[in-house]
């Protein structure tokens, strides 16, 4: 297999990162990972990537995670598809959350995206709340979302789903498909632009992989009913993994995700930069936004500048990156 690494997202931004010590590397993408290794896609197709020592004793810096570009090395007395892994490259962006369970580390999920699908089931799946969760954490990492109502062939009528998305999704594309009909599958095609890169992310059962598979056109993943009975091994796919498609992009699959916690560090406020201009003309400086006389916030919302979602969303993603600051403390 002779892949086009422009077909794998490959450009001018890592081009130049490349140095003349490192000629005698080439760039890989990273399409899994592994227990003990990496599954990796070059212009060679595909290879096994082996961590050096390096990253791995006393290491302080983030390990490769999916999307990722790295250079590799070929190692002669290897086997022939396996390489090492000298160097991750400067990341465009890099989507991660708060790890459940543990108090505070950062999970990497994928790197260098160019547009996230959160994908819903228009079924009994169907919940705006979690959409906007996503919207949350797409916006705090400055990813462009669209949102993909799918299923649409087990409901007669999806213009009141699609308005409810309307009302906290703001400019993001919203697209209603049947993977079982192969509804709506080409208006998804064009959203993925020859070298871009897209991630699905949603619940569990939401048809995520049956999506790529369509796209893909030959069954890349395994897809599965859903039970309903008992939530234990409900989820079909259980590692993020990285595809080229026939359409000269990349995609990635990832596991169905019960919850999602933003990582606060993270959190920038560019889509709220108006609501931020305006806040710092509050009569007190630590207003909360709420009931303080003289606050700029609650008075553009009554006069319709700012809509009540938006001021909402704005102040759960204050409350986020607060929580990093000062521990546990709530602001808003
Ligand atoms: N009726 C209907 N069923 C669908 C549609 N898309 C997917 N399904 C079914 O929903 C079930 C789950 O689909 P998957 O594609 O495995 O879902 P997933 O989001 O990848 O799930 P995880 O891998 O567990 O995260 C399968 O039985 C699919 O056949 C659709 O548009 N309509
Ligand atoms: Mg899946
Ligand atoms: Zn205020």
């Known amino acids: 297999?002779?892949?086009?690494?422009?077909?794998?997202?490959?450009?001018?931004?890592?081009?130049?990162?490349?140095?003349?010590?490192?000629?005698?590397?080439?760039?890989?993408?990273?399409?899994r990972q592994n227990t003990n290794n990496y599954i990796l896609l070059s212009e060679k197709g595909s290879s096994i990537g082996i961590l050096p020592s390096k990253f791995k004793e006393g290491f302080k810096g983030q390990l490769p995670t999916?999307?990722?570009?790295?250079?590799?090395?070929?190692?002669?007395?290897?086997?022939?598809?396996?390489?090492?892994?000298?160097?991750i490259l400067e990341r465009k962006n890099l989507l991660s959350r708060k790890e459940i369970g543990e108090a505070d580390r950062q999970q990497l999920m994928a790197a260098n995206i160019?547009?996230?699908?959160?994908?819903?089931g228009l079924d009994g799946e169907f919940n705006p709340?979690?959409?906007?969760?996503?919207?949350?954490?797409?916006w705090s990492l400055d990813l462009q979302p669209a949102v993909i109502l799918n299923k649409k062939d087990l409901v007669k009528n999806s213009k009141d789903a699609v308005n409810q998305v309307k009302t906290i999704s703001g400019d993001t594309p919203i697209l209603c498909l049947s993977a079982l009909n192969k509804m709506?599958?080409?208006?998804?095609?064009?959203?993925m632009k020859p070298g871009s890169t897209s991630i699905f992310l949603g619940s569990s059962g939401v048809g995520k992989s049956s999506l790529i598979n369509l796209v893909m056109g030959e069954e890349t993943f395994k897809t599965g009913a859903v039970r309903?009975?008992?939530?234990?091994?409900?989820?079909?796919t259980s590692f993020?993994?990285?595809?080229?498609?026939?359409?000269?992009?990349?995609?990635?699959?990832?596991?169905?995700?019960?919850?999602?916690?933003?990582?606060?560090?993270?959190?920038?406020?560019?889509?709220?930069?108006?609501?931020?201009?305006?806040?710092?003309?509050?009569?007190?400086?630590?207003c909360s936004h709420t009931s303080e006389p003289g606050c700029e916030l609650k008075l553009a919302e009554e006069n319709g500048i700012v809509s009540s979602t938006r001021l909402n969303q704005f102040k759960r993603l204050m409350n986020e990156s607060l929580q990093n600051e000062f521990g546990n403390q709530k602001k808003y």
């Open 1 to 31: 297999m002779v892949v086009d690494i422009k077909s794998l997202g490959w450009g001018i931004f890592f081009k130049r990162q490349l140095i003349e010590s490192e000629k005698t590397y080439y760039p890989a993408r990273i399409s």
């Open 66 to 87: 999916v999307g990722d570009w790295v250079l590799v090395e070929d190692v002669e007395d290897m086997e022939p598809d396996k390489v090492t892994i000298q160097r």
């Open 184 to 191: 709506g599958i080409s208006s998804l095609i064009q959203y």
């Open 129 to 138: 709340r979690k959409i906007e969760r996503y919207l949350l954490l797409c």
């Open 240 to 286: 993020r993994e990285l595809v080229l498609t026939p359409h000269d992009s990349v995609l990635i699959d990832t596991p169905g995700m019960r919850e999602i916690r933003i990582w606060s560090p993270d959190i920038n406020m560019n889509r709220f930069q108006d609501i931020l201009a305006l806040a710092q003309r509050c009569k007190f400086n630590d």
């Open 228 to 236: 309903t009975k008992d939530s234990k091994g409900r989820h079909t």
């Open 114 to 120: 160019d547009r996230v699908f959160i994908v819903s």
